[in-house]
């Protein structure tokens, strides 16, 4: 069966210091990956997808990168965060419809 | 790009009640529509899910609801339970592997014991 990994669970930082949040899925192959954040007590914002190794659309201008360097390992990173980063992000994979989430990461920037 | 739309914001039933949250979209081309649950602090889950060649789905105590020409579908839950108590999106997307799935704003219900 398909899982999603996704870490660290928490996380604070500085203003200004770099992030690196990864994930990985097993059990498939090709999958679409994402990355969402999600302020507190707020929606669900699309932040990147990912249909393939080193493709990347980006939905919304940010502070923000992603990277695909394996087929099943997707990466979230900033090189300098802002305190307007700080939020839930979570990581979700698909093969045809429909999102499976990570456990997500809980972000402070202070 | 699609739009959706979920009222209410907050819904708040005495258990055994039922509860419905509904949303809009916009793109007509829109054909697969997820209902999630999302607990304080854990990841959203999918509970069920509807495509456009169907107009209603039923799982126990939860139903969807989709009304292509008018746009909107619903999330009716029956016999509410106190571990209903939730953040519930809604989200409609293309139905392809390729298609991402806008998501509605959320519904927190609460149900009193």
């Known amino acids: 069966s398909q899982t999603i990994h996704q870490w660290p669970a928490t996380l604070v930082q500085p203003v200004g210091s770099p992030l690196s949040l990864e994930c990985t899925v097993e059990g498939t192959s090709n999958p679409n990956l994402y990355w969402y954040r999600q302020a507190a007590g707020r929606g669900l914002q699309l932040l990147f997808y990912s249909v393939g190794i080193g493709q990347i659309s980006s939905e919304v201008p940010q502070n923000l990168s992603a990277s695909r360097p394996q087929d099943r390992q997707f990466i979230l990173s900033s090189k300098k965060l802002l305190l307007s980063d700080s939020g839930f992000y979570l990581c979700?994979?698909?093969?045809?419809?429909?999102?499976?989430f990570g456990s997500g990461t809980r972000l402070t920037v202070v | 790009g699609e739009n959706v739309e979920q009222h209410p914001s907050t819904l708040s039933v005495q258990e055994g009640d039922s509860a419905v949250i509904k949303c809009t979209y916009s793109?007509?081309?829109?054909?697969?529509f997820p209902w999630y649950k999302q607990e304080l602090g854990k990841r959203p889950q999918l509970i069920i899910d509807?495509?456009?060649?169907?107009g209603e789905k039923k799982d126990q105590r939860i139903a969807v609801t989709l009304n292509k020409t008018a746009k909107h579908f619903s999330l009716h839950i029956t016999e509410t339970q106190p571990e209903d108590s939730a953040v519930y999106f809604c989200?409609?997307?293309?139905?392809?592997?390729?298609?991402?799935?806008?998501f509605g704003k959320g519904t927190m219900l609460l149900v009193s014991p």
């Open positions: 793109d007509s081309a829109s054909n697969y």
């Open positions: 989200a409609a997307s293309l139905g392809s592997g390729y298609s991402t799935l806008t």
């Open positions: 509807i495509r456009s060649n169907v």
């Open positions: 979700a994979w698909s093969v045809q419809v429909g999102n499976t």
